[in-house]
């Protein structure tokens, strides 16, 4: 599944795109999600739930089941 998240800031955190985008249902959820390693951004393993994500960036979700893709514009 591919998500195409515009903001209107300069940047996000990448634990809010995960909330706002319906990846994670509430923020310790997302925070969780990227203690868990389950998170690339640009292809990259990312570890910082306040990483800051511009438009042009890809985050990268592996679940069990599926894969979630979300596109920052």
């Known amino acids: ?11 996000i955190k990448l634990d ?5 985008a319906n990846v994670a249902p509430t ?3 997302a925070k969780e999600m990227v203690a868990d390693g389950i998170v690339k ?3 990259e393993e990312c ?3 306040g990483k800051k994500l511009r438009p042009g960036d890809v985050v990268t979700v592996e679940f069990e089941d599926e894969t979630v ?3 920052v514009e």
């Open 41 to 43: 951004v640009n292809g």
């Open 69 to 71: 893709e979300v596109r």
């Open 1 to 11: 599944m591919i998500e195409t998240v515009k903001i209107t800031t300069e940047f």
């Open 16 to 20: 809010q795109l995960l909330k706002f």
């Open 27 to 29: 923020g310790g959820i």
């Open 47 to 49: 570890l910082m739930r």
